[in-house]
């Protein structure tokens, strides 16, 4: 089935508060959707919120930690009644403090890397089931990276959690094969964010591009038919040939 965006729709995006879950969400606004935009900084999702809104769309913005797993069924419970449908989720919240090979990585950095890249965008994904199956045809994506098909060292917890979101795709499309929802991985490659900063301090920002590009992954991926990618795991440039 292919879907079109327009202002029926309705996509949670997480990291909606800062580079590429930002520029998704503004991309929404511009096909008219209706953005449900997570992230912890009230504020900077309030400015997410202004941009989608001065880009044509509609916006309700989530102040959550998904670390606190705890917290997920208080809010599906806090949206199940005003959210009618979910016809995307689209897992962009990501954080890295640091790379480190894996002899000298704590215990501590390595498990929030696979909580946040790995058990928050899959945990988050279960509990939203229940709007995702009430829409006609609902898009889960994962983002990924260079690692979900290159072996790169010192990136631990967080390579490692990334590599697996190919295989969670494929996994949750394996579960659900007859159900109109669909499960893709995306690698969206590098971008000039505040995590690219932060984790290739080597290389200048401008070397690489701002994330509306790779947002415009995510929306092809969004709109094409689910034999196109259906528990798949795609590169930036296969989306954009969708
Ligand atoms: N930039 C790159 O070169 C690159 C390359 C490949 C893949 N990626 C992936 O792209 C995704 C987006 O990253 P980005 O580059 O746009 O980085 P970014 O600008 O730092 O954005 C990260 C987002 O994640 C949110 N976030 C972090 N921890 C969170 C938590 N515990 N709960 C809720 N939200 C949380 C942040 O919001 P708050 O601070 O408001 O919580 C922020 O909105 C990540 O998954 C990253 O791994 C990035």
């Known amino acids: 089935?292919?879907?079109?965006?327009?202002?029926?729709?309705?996509?949670?995006v997480t990291g909606a508060s800062s580079g590429l879950g930002r520029a998704i969400c503004v991309a929404l606004g511009g096909l008219k959707a209706n953005v449900l935009a997570l992230g912890r900084d009230a504020e900077a999702l309030a400015e997410t919120q202004m941009l989608v809104e001065k880009a044509g769309g509609r916006c309700l913005c989530i102040?959550?930690?998904?670390?606190?797993?705890?917290?997920?069924?208080?809010?599906?419970?806090?949206?199940?009644?005003?959210?009618?449908?979910?016809?995307?989720?689209?897992?962009?919240?990501?954080?890295?403090?640091?790379?480190?090979?894996?002899?000298?990585?704590?215990?501590?950095?390595f498990r929030k890397m696979l909580d946040i890249h790995l058990a928050a965008p899959n945990l988050l994904t279960q509990i939203m089931l229940p709007l995702l199956r009430r829409a006609e045809a609902a898009t889960v994506i994962f983002t990924s990276c260079d690692m979900l098909s290159d072996d790169l060292p010192n990136w631990h917890g967080y390579g490692m959690a990334k590599r697996a979101l190919g295989y969670a795709a494929a996994m949750w499309h394996m579960e659900h094969p007859d159900k109109p929802y669909r499960f893709a991985t995306l690698n969206p490659g590098k971008m000039r964010t505040t995590l690219f900063k932060r984790a290739y301090g080597g290389m200048h920002p401008n070397e690489v591009p701002t994330p509306e590009g790779a947002a415009e992954g995510f929306l092809r991926i969004l709109a094409a038919s689910s034999e196109a990618v259906n528990g798949k795991s795609l590169q930036l440039e296969d989306a954009l040939r969708l």
Request: net charge negative; glycine share 6%; aromatic share 8%.
């Open 1 to 12: 089935m292919t879907k079109v965006i327009n202002d029926q729709s309705i996509i949670m």
């Open 63 to 109: 102040p959550f930690d998904l670390l606190k797993f705890d917290g997920y069924g208080k809010l599906f419970l806090s949206l199940k009644d005003q959210v009618p449908h979910l016809d995307g989720l689209i897992h962009c919240a990501g954080s890295l403090d640091r790379c480190t090979p894996l002899q000298y990585v704590k215990a501590d950095d």
